[in-house]
Nanobody, 118 residues
Framework: VQLMESGGGSAQAGGSLRLTCTAS????????MGWYHQAPGKEREQVAR???????AYADSVKDRATISRDGAKNVIFLQMNDLKPEDTGVYFC?????????????WGQGTQVTVSS
C-alpha cells in the first residue's frame, strides 16, 4: 500500500484548499483514515479522522473549517479546508490504518506542503 497526498500549495488567508490522498496497491478496507498537520518546528498532530463506519472527528484548530471525506471506490481520501489561517501552514500527511491478520497496521504518505499567507 502506498499513499500519496496532493492538493497542497500556497493560499491567502480566508481561502480554501482541498487535499487529496490516493492509495495505491492492494489495500484492505481501512479501519481509520486521518489527516495530520505538522507545523514548522512542531510535532505532527491529527486534525481530522474518519472511521470505516463514517464517524468523523476534528481537532479544535480546524473544527467548522475542515471536512474529511472518502471516495471508497477509488481509495481516495479528501480534506477540504476552508477559511484558511496562517497557522494552517505546514505539511499535511494522510494516514490509513487497516486490519491485516488481526493486527492493525498504519500507512503514511509523504506529505503535501500548505502555505497560508496573511
Amino acid at each position: 500500500v502506498q499513499l500519496m497526498e496532493s492538493g497542497g500549495g500556497s493560499a491567502q488567508a480566508g481561502g480554501s484548499l482541498r487535499l487529496t490522498c490516493t492509495a495505491s496497491g492492494r489495500m484492505p478496507t481501512p479501519v481509520i483514515m486521518g489527516w495530520y498537520h505538522q507545523a514548522p518546528g512542531k510535532e505532527r498532530e491529527q486534525v481530522a479522522r474518519m472511521t470505516h463506519g463514517g464517524n468523523k472527528a476534528y481537532a479544535d484548530s480546524v473544527k467548522d473549517r475542515a471536512t474529511i471525506s472518502r471516495d471508497g471506490a477509488k481509495n481516495v481520501i479528501f480534506l477540504q479546508m476552508n477559511d484558511l489561517k496562517p497557522e494552517d501552514t505546514g505539511v499535511y500527511f494522510c494516514n490509513i490504518v487497516v486490519l491485516i491478520e488481526d493486527k492493525l497496521r498504519g500507512y503514511w504518505g509523504q506529505g503535501t506542503q500548505v502555505t497560508v499567507s496573511s
